[in-house]
């Protein structure tokens, strides 16, 4: 069973940057299609950017030209650029396999003057 760390959150002003990590207990380069998703207060987990087994990238609409996913060995990385207050929310890491699916405990981002 892959475990998921996330860190990197905190408190940022409205235009600034985040460069949220997760940690897998293994490596998942090339086996797992990894993702970052968001829940903010009161709305339902939604998906923010993926990256497949093939590398191939996409962003949710509303993060595309500001967030930018990338993946090491055991390693991914949600860099956030020009974040607004709407960004505001828990980020959770996940690994999908097929019938594997992992999920981290979260990082709390909160965008705010």
């Known amino acids: 069973q892959v475990q998921l760390v996330e860190s990197g959150g905190g408190l940022v002003q409205p235009g600034g940057s985040l460069r949220l990590s997760c940690v897998a207990s293994?490596?998942?380069?090339?086996?797992?299609?990894m993702s970052w998703y968001r829940q903010a207060p009161g709305k339902q987990r939604e998906l923010v950017a993926t990256?497949?087994?093939?590398?191939t990238t996409n962003y949710a609409d509303s993060v595309k030209g500001r967030f930018t996913i990338s993946i090491g060995n055991a390693m991914v990385y949600l860099q956030m650029s020009s974040l607004k207050p709407e960004d505001t929310a828990v980020y959770y890491c996940?690994?999908?396999?097929?019938?594997?699916?992992?999920w981290g405990k979260g990082t709390l981002v909160t965008v705010s003057s």
């Open positions: 996940n690994a999908n396999g097929g019938m594997r699916d992992y």
């Open positions: 293994e490596i998942i380069f090339g086996i797992y299609t």
């Open positions: 990256v497949n087994t093939g590398h």
